[in-house]
């Protein structure tokens, strides 16, 4: 299961760091949703929201939203409850780096909103 992190998460967080390979919380947060009966392709998109929420340093409303506070239980009721949501929350995340900017279709330059 994906351990409780306290708040705020700081990206040299040595209890993340101190992790061996596929045994990060974004392993153990895939593995808890495949378990729930989350599907394959969604837990994976999940994946990696948990992972780039704390990789890239987004704020923290959105590690929290991100799983990064309650084990990842929120996204996982989430993904049951309406995946189309899910998935298009968390595509939206990842394709906006935590809402951060977004990439122009026309010119393919990142647009920073900061």
Known sequence: MMKKFLRPLDLFDSEVLD???GQYP???WERDALA???PRDLAGLGRLTVREAYQHGWDD???SLCGWYDQGRRM???ALRSPA???KRWQ???DTDGLRGHYDHKTG???SHH
Do not use: N, P, S
């Open 19 to 21: 992790c061996v390979y």
């Open 26 to 28: 974004w392993d153990d």
């Open 36 to 38: 729930a009966g989350v």
């Open 61 to 63: 409303r959105l590690k």
């Open 76 to 78: 996982i009721r989430l």
């Open 85 to 87: 949501t899910a998935e």
């Open 92 to 94: 939206h995340l990842l």
């Open 109 to 111: 330059e990142w647009i």
